[in-house]
C-alpha cells in the first residue's frame, strides 16, 4: 500500500522565504556591463551587416601562430555626390595589404591601399581592468588624416572611457549595472575643430532571451532597438530611430538566422530598403558571400559575391 507523506506546517513557508531570497538583488555582486559604445550590438549584428556591391576577394595566410599577413582584392562602382536624387557609380577597383599580429594581451592591424591610405588598429592591455584602443588613418588628401585613442578601465560592476582624438577631440563614458539586467550610461564629447559639443545617455536590459536599448543624444538622436534570441540560431531584431533635428524617422526589421553551414542576415525598413548578407561556409577555411541591398524608392539596385580564404 502506498503510503503518504505527511504534512509539513512549515515547509510550503520555507520554499517561499527561500525563492525570495534568491530573487533579492546583490548590489555587491553585479556583473560588468558592456562598453557604453556597444549597447546596440546584437541589433547591429541583424541589422548593419557588411553590405558591399561588387566583386572581392579576401585571402589571409598564417606565418605563425600570432602573425599573419593578408590580401584583398575589389572591383565595383563607387559612389559619387549628384544634385539630382538619381545615384551616379563610377566603376574602380582597389587592392589592399594587410599584416596582423594577434597576442592575448597586444592586437596590431594594418592595413595599406593602392590609393595610398593606411590604416592601422592597435588594442593593448596596459593592465587587467585598463585597456589602450587606438585607430589611425593617414592618406595624401589634406585635412583627412586621423586618429583616435581610447582609454578603457573595466570595473567589477561598470566601464568607463576617455577618448582623445586629432582636432581637439575629447570624449568620455561611463555604464553602470543597476541590477543583474540592467544598465544606465551616459556620455559626453567635445569637438574643437567644429566648436561642437554633446551629451548622450543610454539604457540596456537584457536577459537570457531578449535585449531592450534606448539612447538619446543632444545631437537630435532617438535610438530605440529591441532583440529577441527565437533559439540559439535565430534572433529577430527590431530598430526604431528618430531625429528630432531633421525630423527623420526610419523603423527596421532584421534577421540573423544561423544554419550548420551558412549564417543569413537581412532586414527590411520604412524607407523601402531590403538587404541580405548570407556567409556560406564551403570548406574549412573557404567562405562564399553573397551581399544584395534594393532601395525601391531611389531604384538603387546593389548586388555582390565575394569569396574568402583563410581563417
Partial sequence: MATIAPLVPGAAADTSAQKKEEEKVDYLNLPCPIPYEEVHREALMSLKPELFEGMRFDFTKGLNQKFSLSHSLFMGPTEVPSPSSETIKIPTSHYEFGANFLDPK??????????????????????????????????????????????????????????????ALFGASYIQSLTPYLSLGGEVFWSGQHRKSGLGYAARYNTDKMV???????????????????????????????????????????????????????????????????????????????SAELDHWKKDYKFGFGLTVGE
Avoid at 120 to 142: F, S, V
Avoid at 245 to 254: E, H, I, K, L, P
Fill in 106 to 167: 597586444l592586437m596590431l592591424i594594418g592595413r595599406i591601399m593602392t590609393d595610398g591610405r593606411l590604416n592601422a588598429r592597435i588594442k593593448c592591455d596596459l593592465t587587467e581592468n585598463l585597456t589602450l584602443k587606438a585607430n589611425a588613418q593617414l592618406t595624401n588628401e589634406p585635412h583627412m588624416s586621423h586618429g583616435i585613442a581610447n582609454f578603457d578601465y573595466k570595473g567589477t560592476d561598470f566601464r568607463t572611457q576617455l577618448q582623445v582624438g586629432n582636432g
Fill in 212 to 290: 531592450a536599448t534606448g539612447q538619446v543624444a543632444s545631437t537630435g538622436m532617438v535610438l530605440l532597438s529591441y532583440v529577441q534570441k527565437v533559439s540559439e540560431k535565430v534572433s529577430l531584431a527590431s530598430e526604431f530611430m528618430y531625429n528630432y533635428m531633421s525630423r527623420d524617422v526610419t523603423a527596421s526589421f532584421g534577421y540573423d538566422y544561423i544554419l550548420r553551414q551558412c549564417r543569413l542576415r537581412g532586414k527590411i525598413d520604412s524607407n523601402g530598403t531590403v538587404s541580405a548578407f548570407l556567409e556560406e561556409r564551403l570548406n574549412m577555411g573557404l567562405n562564399f558571400i553573397i
